[in-house]
């Protein structure tokens, strides 16, 4: 079965930086689009970043240039590095899979971890 969990979050102060991991289980990169998604109180889920099955990058605008998603085959596990951060990006951060293959195409999410930015 297919899970995905979160760690790396934290307080941290503006300008400083994090990185989010991303462990999964049951996941075949080949067959998933991975991505990062992030709530904040009273707001939706936005996307954040993808990184899909062939290895191509998508941001948010509020995150680019600031932000980086990759994984690593080996261990399994998407990152989120996030620099010169923002209190607005104070928020859960979810890491998300979604199977882009097959007639089902299911979509699963972690637990989430929790980013505070704040001096």
């Known amino acids: 079965q297919v899970q995905l969990v979160e760690s790396g979050g934290g307080l941290v102060q503006p300008g400083g930086s994090l990185r989010l991991s991303c462990a999964t289980s049951g996941v075949i990169f080949s067959f998933y689009n991975m991505g990062w998604y992030r709530q904040a109180p009273g707001k939706q889920r936005e996307l954040v970043a993808e990184?899909?099955?062939?290895?191509?990058?998508n941001y948010a605008d509020s995150v680019k240039g600031r932000f980086t998603i990759s994984r690593d085959n080996a261990k399994n596990t998407v990152y989120l590095q996030m620099n010169s951060l923002r209190p607005e990006d104070t928020a859960n951060y979810y890491c998300?899979?979604?199977?882009?293959?097959?007639?089902?195409?299911?979509?699963?999410w972690g637990q989430g971890t929790q980013v505070t930015v704040s001096s």
């Open positions: 990184l899909t099955r062939a290895g191509i990058t």
């Open positions: 998300n899979a979604r199977k882009v293959t097959g007639v089902s195409r299911p979509s699963y």
